[in-house]
């Protein structure tokens, strides 16, 4: 296996890895924010709602492992860049060096705080308590956030020049970039929609299996309305993105489309095959000037097509194409769902009926799906961005040959990585099964998990 080979794979497998939690540390602080916050609120009434506080504490301790999880895969590929791509590092880390160290000061805080909020439930007031989840879910977000500048800074390279032969880069430029805002606040919106829809999946799951309780219809609720509500926006956002690719890197556009033949008049094809040899897409539902007049608003609209480079220079499009299907089609599906749920819920609202959406085995399911679908379309939309801009690593200014490591014999490296990964991944699904225990007993009857009390322990009982 060659140096890039090796690069490449172990990359896109911790990559992949790794993306899975960090959409789970941005959103997950931020349902922890909600839920806290109504157990809060419910304290001037007396004792407390009981249920909203066992919802908390159990979504905090998967938040725990999955921070546990993210930071150890994190860890990990932030010794990948300087391993297995030296002479992107060495050439442009100046340009992204600020937004990685960005990055580790928002880590640190979110560490910190997110000490104090595990071990402060009953050394805190509740609301001081509830207090630490800002600066974890604000520092959560910022710190991936950070990161998906720096890969915006690589599909449109800003602020690069030259002095004395060396190159030179402005390290604040990627913040006055339109293709970094685009990709960030497309991200946000995706980690909370994933996240709504895994915490949909497993309490309508429970509900399924005849856990009809309280706790699993408020869990289910929070999940399911988190997820659909985000959609409409995702979809102006998605638009937004496809407009600032055609801008500035127009064969990522001609890749997600198919479009091999520069020229107005342009169909938007939906779903089909690439053929790589005819330059068609097989099998798919062309919309009649459909892409000329998303892009321009008028069929005279040029598009650049993939006949402007040449074949080495041009992205995979069979690749491409059916990842960006793959994308919009789990979209669409959830935006479907979004829209019967908020049809279904005003009409239920003008009859006075409860719940406005109702749990049947039609909805439960529906809520199962949003979360693959949200997953699957945020993978589909990474291997969009990625593999759209090849074969470059920082977008016509170095290719992934030239930036990845020439050392050879990488090969156990990749399966040492996938091994690790593996096992990983098995440890949290047996963490997060033991977890998986449903309300706590007694719940309903008014028992259930021990609330703190309004004011914090003495100083003697929280040493103790």
Known sequence: MSGVDAARIE?????????????????????????????????????????????????????????????????????????????????????????????????????????????????????????????????????????????????????????????????????????????????????????????????????????????????????????????????????????????????????????YTTGSNVPLTILGYYDQSTHKIIGGIPIPDGLSLMMGFKTSTVIEGMDTATVADTPNSAVIHLAFDSMVGCGVLVFAVAGLAAATWFLRRRKGLTPRIPHTRFWLWSAIATGPASVIAMLGGWEVTEGGRQPWIVYRLMSVTDAATKSGGLGWSVVATIVIYVGLAAALLLILRKLATGAPPGLDAGAGPDIPSQAPPAAEEALA
């Not at 960005?102 to 910190?112: G, R, S």
């Open 11 to 259: 990359t896109a497998f911790s990559l992949s890895f790794h993306i899975l939690f960090a959409v789970f540390g941005v959103g997950m602080p931020w349902l922890l924010l909600y839920t806290e916050g109504k157990w809060l609120r419910s304290l001037k009434n007396g004792a407390g709602d009981r249920t909203w506080y066992a919802l908390t504490r159990k979504w905090a301790r998967v938040t725990a492992v999955l921070f546990a999880i993210g930071a150890v895969s994190g860890t990990v590929l932030s010794f990948e860049f300087g391993l297995l791509w030296p002479t992107f590092m060495a050439t442009y880390g100046g340009a992204i060096g600020l937004l990685f160290t960005l990055e580790a000061f928002a880590f640190f805080l979110e560490a910190i705080f997110m000490g104090l909020y595990l071990y402060g439930w009953k050394r805190l007031s509740p609301r001081a308590h509830w207090l630490t989840l800002w600066p974890i879910a604000i520092s959560g977000t910022l710190s991936t956030l950070f990161i998906v500048f720096a890969n915006a800074w690589m599909n449109d390279p800003v602020g690069i020049g030259e002095s004395k032969g060396k190159i030179t880069a402005d390290p604040w430029a990627v913040f006055s970039s339109s293709v970094g805002w685009s990709e960030v606040t497309h991200m946000f919106v995706a980690a909370m929609m994933c996240t709504g829809g895994a915490v949909a999946a497993v309490y309508a799951w429970g509900m399924l299996r005849g856990r009809r309780d309280r706790y699993h219809k408020l869990g289910l609720g929070v999940g399911l309305w988190t997820v659909l509500g985000l959609t409409p926006v995702q979809m102006f956002l998605g638009d937004w993105s496809a407009r600032v690719v055609g801008a500035t890197q127009p064969l990522k556009l001609a890749a997600m489309e198919g479009v």
